[in-house]
């Protein structure tokens, strides 16, 4: 067939300056958004036991321009428990009792632990008592934290009934890699003179909060 060209011809294409049109005409050509993400590793984020809940709110169909809204907020876990008196008169000097006062840490992370209680001691002077209180890492084996909450020393020459009561609080943070039972316990120390008749560990609470993955 006989002819020849007669040149080339530049398409030029026409886009829709509406809003929603994600595409931009440049001097070398169309310009494509694109997404990237950009942070910490791919994933490093993602678990069962992350403490920060994402919202996603999706817009409505045809909307124009789609405007998708993104949000976060921080969910915790957390857990109280108040248990029975702990009997400290019924065993030894010096023995740890365990109260009912225990909770389970319930997933791997950094957790603000926190417990409060009150302390008992009545005896015939003279008497010299102590009550001490810890937490207790049980899965673990090992004790966390330990304070004196009580000591008296009492000497009127003797013959007299006295109590006496306090108040205490035990705090610490604590990292653990999986569930982790946590316990409060008591502990009577006679120092000196006339034992105890009663010592207890009153009204024991303990609780925790998740502060960090």
């Not at 569930?179 to 024991?204: A, C, K, N």
Request: proline share 6%.
């Amino acid at each position: 067939m006989a002819g020849s060209c007669c040149g080339s011809t530049r398409v030029v294409p026409r886009l829709d300056p509406a809003p929603c049109n994600a595409l931009t005409q440049a001097a070398a050509g169309l310009l494509v958004p694109h997404a990237e993400v950009a942070g910490i590793a791919p994933g490093g984020a993602v678990s069962a036991t992350r403490s920060v809940d994402v919202d996603v709110q999706a817009p409505a169909a045809g909307a124009c321009p789609e405007t998708w809204t993104v949000g976060a907020r921080l969910t915790p876990v957390s857990g109280e428990v108040f248990g029975a008196d702990g009997n400290l008169q019924a065993v030894p000097s010096g023995t740890w009792v365990a109260t009912s006062a225990q909770v389970v840490l319930p997933e791997a992370g950094t957790y603000a632990l926190s417990a409060d209680f009150y302390s008992h001691i009545a005896a015939t002077t003279p008497w010299a008592v102590a009550i001490n209180a810890r937490l207790v890492n049980v899965t673990a084996g090992a004790a966390l934290v330990t304070r004196r909450i009580q000591f008296g020393n009492i000497n009127d020459g003797g013959g007299t009934v006295m109590s006496l009561q306090n108040a205490g609080s035990l705090s610490t943070f604590l990292t653990v890699t999986g569930p982790t039972t946590i316990r409060v316990e008591g502990q009577r120390v006679h120092v000196g003179f006339t034992d105890s008749t009663q010592s207890v560990l009153g009204g024991p609470r303990l609780g925790f909060v998740k502060v960090s993955d």
